[in-house]
């Protein structure tokens, strides 16, 4: 899974779309709202869960592809390492 973070401490980290739908299909009760180029995911709590930013043509004639971003989680906390 290839992430990028939009900064440092962005909320949200850019995701290849099959992790974006690997998310979304073990997250049930998702809720989609569309708005303009922007498709919003939230969970079922009401959270965004992650956005969509639809392929677009600027005025200069460039094309920026879709774009998947999902909510930053925690990183898990790390195993003490068992010595034998």
Do not use: W
Request: hydrophobic letters at 40%.
């Amino acid at each position: 899974m290839t992430t990028r973070a939009l900064s440092d401490n962005s909320f949200f980290i850019a995701v290849e779309v099959d992790a974006f739908r690997r998310r979304l299909n073990a997250t049930p009760g998702c809720e989609i709202r569309r708005k303009g180029y922007e498709t919003v995911v939230f969970d079922s709590s009401g959270d965004i869960l992650g956005l969509v930013h639809a392929a677009a043509i600027d005025e200069c004639g460039d094309c920026h592809p879709t774009r998947y971003y999902l909510r930053r989680h925690e990183l898990p906390v790390a195993h003490e390492q068992m010595v034998a």
